[in-house]
């Protein structure tokens, strides 16, 4: 049955990730679907591609670098303008619900990740900013 939690993309991609060690020759991901702020033109992009590494296993590694490697080229910024981050606060279901794109994080950040305490972050926040706002 769809839907079901033995069912989700997450619990396939954790059975995929535990049945097997990470390749050595993962894809790099540029994980830059939306754009960013200041040029929502981007796009993502993978490279390194080849008959061998594409499969689900390489590009999940892949995605999750991706993923966090963004988010670290965005840190890396902030501590060149003089930013002094105290920790790393994680939110979000994608993150929430795997255990091994949490570890990348880990890594690519050097520290552990906490996750926030709330759910449906996004949903909350949007709702919170409009109820500021008077939306």
């Known amino acids: 049955m769809l839907g079901t939690e033995t069912n989700s993309c997450y619990d396939a991609m954790?059975?995929?990730?535990?049945?097997?060690?990470?390749?050595?020759?993962?894809?790099?991901?540029?994980?830059?679907?939306?754009?960013t702020r200041a040029d929502s033109s981007l796009t993502g992009s993978i490279s390194g591609l080849t008959t061998h590494n594409f499969t689900p296993l390489h590009l999940?590694?892949?995605?999750?670098?991706?993923?966090?490697?963004?988010?670290?080229?965005?840190y890396t910024a902030y501590r060149q303008a003089g930013?002094?981050?105290?920790?790393?606060?994680?939110?979000?279901?994608?993150?929430?619900?795997?255990?091994?794109?949490?570890?990348?994080?880990?890594?690519?950040?050097?520290?552990?990740?906490t996750l926030s305490d709330?759910?449906?972050e996004a949903a909350a926040g949007a709702a919170q900013f409009a109820a500021e706002q008077q939306i």
């Not at 999940?60 to 963004?70: C, F, K, N, Q, R």
């Not at 790393?88 to 552990?112: M, T, W």
Request: aromatic share 8%; with cysteine; hydrophobic share 30%.
């Open 14 to 35: 954790a059975r995929l990730l535990n049945e097997n060690p990470r390749p050595d020759d993962v894809p790099a991901v540029c994980t830059l679907f939306e754009g």
């Open 60 to 74: 999940i590694y892949g995605v999750m670098d991706g993923m966090a490697d963004e988010l670290h080229r965005m």
């Open 83 to 113: 930013g002094t981050p105290k920790r790393l606060i994680g939110s979000g279901n994608g993150l929430r619900q795997n255990r091994y794109l949490q570890q990348r994080f880990e890594s690519a950040f050097g520290c552990p990740l």
């Open 118 to 120: 709330g759910r449906e």
